[in-house]
């Protein structure tokens, strides 16, 4: 995971074009999804700035998270 936020943030900088620079969060979570259900990843990643003015990054992961059985703090 490490080595693909190096070289997906990279490549990004490098192509973007943008004065300020992207950078990953620290820290990262994974989350598996079936074949069945491409489109529908398809479509929330096309509409993710919709979606998050909606709801808040935290919000879904933690509750994501909690839906997957996934214990946190």
Do not use: P
Request: aromatic share 12%; with cysteine; proline share 0%.
């Amino acid at each position: 995971m490490r080595e693909l936020k190096a070289c997906s943030s990279k490549r990004f900088n490098e192509q973007s074009g943008k004065l300020t620079k992207f950078g990953w969060h620290d820290g990262y979570g994974a989350f598996t999804v079936g074949a069945s259900t491409q489109q529908a990843v398809i479509r929330y990643i096309e509409n993710q700035v919709q979606h998050h003015a909606n709801e808040k990054f935290e919000e879904e992961y933690l509750r994501m998270r909690k839906a997957a059985g996934i214990q946190f703090d």
